[in-house]
């Protein structure tokens, strides 16, 4: 079966500070990845999403990037975090010819 | 793009009523619909969904029924409990933009009280 992990699943940093979070997918091959944002109390805001090693797709821009070196790997980056990054990081995946989206367990952000 | 739209906002019902939940989308070669419960600081995740060919699907307690005219999918949750106290948020894919992005709702914090 397939499982997705996402680590660390809670992050204090400051201002100015680098970021990398790590999203991995286990039991499929060539999955769709995503990262969405949830701000406290608010919806989900898609920030990147692949097809594909090397594909980024980004929705907004922002202080923020994604890469994928692998083809089960999604890692999200930031040179500077700012205050506005703070938020509830979430991987997804999918199959690439599947519907149904499947998140990973989350990582709190909070920026100070 | 597509924009779906969610209400209420909130809901407030007592345990054993029901509750319904309303979303609308603007693109009408969507054809997959799934909602999510999102209970705090977890995960969402995936209660049920619909395809564009049934209008009606049910899993227990839960239902969601899909007009393709009207451009809208209703979440139904029969005999609530307090454990279904959540947000729940709606979504589904849009032709323009190759159906590789869920697009969401804006979520509906549903409060069951016992």
């Known amino acids: 079966s397939q499982t997705i992990h996402q680590w660390p699943a809670t992050l204090v940093q400051p201002v100015g500070s680098p970021l990398s979070l790590e999203c991995t997918v286990e039991?499929?091959?060539?999955?769709?990845l995503y990262w969405y944002r949830q701000a406290a109390g608010r919806g989900l805001q898609l920030l990147f999403y692949s097809v594909g090693i090397g594909q980024i797709s980004s929705e907004v821009p922002q202080n923020l990037s994604a890469s994928r070196p692998q083809d089960r790997q999604f890692i999200l980056s930031s040179k500077k975090l700012l205050l506005s990054d703070s938020g509830f990081y979430l991987c997804?995946?999918?199959?690439?010819?599947?519907?149904?989206?499947?998140f990973g367990s989350g990582t709190q952000l909070s920026v100070l | 793009g597509e924009n779906v739209e969610q209400h209420p906002s909130t809901l407030s019902v007592q345990e054993g009523d029901s509750a319904v939940i309303k979303c609308t989308y603007s693109d009408s070669a969507s054809n997959y619909f799934p909602w999510y419960k999102q209970e705090l600081g977890k995960r969402p995740q995936l209660i049920i969904d619909?395809?564009?060919?049934?209008g009606e699907k049910k899993d227990q307690r839960i239902a969601v029924t899909l007009n393709k005219t009207a451009k809208h999918f209703s979440l139904h949750i029969t005999e609530t409990q307090p454990e279904d106290s959540a947000v729940y948020f709606c979504?589904?894919?849009?032709?323009?933009?190759?159906?590789?992005?869920?697009?969401f709702g804006t979520g509906t914090r549903l409060l069951v009280s016992p």
């Open positions: 039991g499929t091959s060539n999955p769709n």
């Open positions: 979504a589904t894919y849009s032709e323009n933009t190759g159906f590789q992005k869920l697009v």
């Open positions: 619909i395809r564009s060919n049934v």
């Open positions: 997804a995946w999918r199959g690439a010819s599947g519907e149904k989206l499947f």
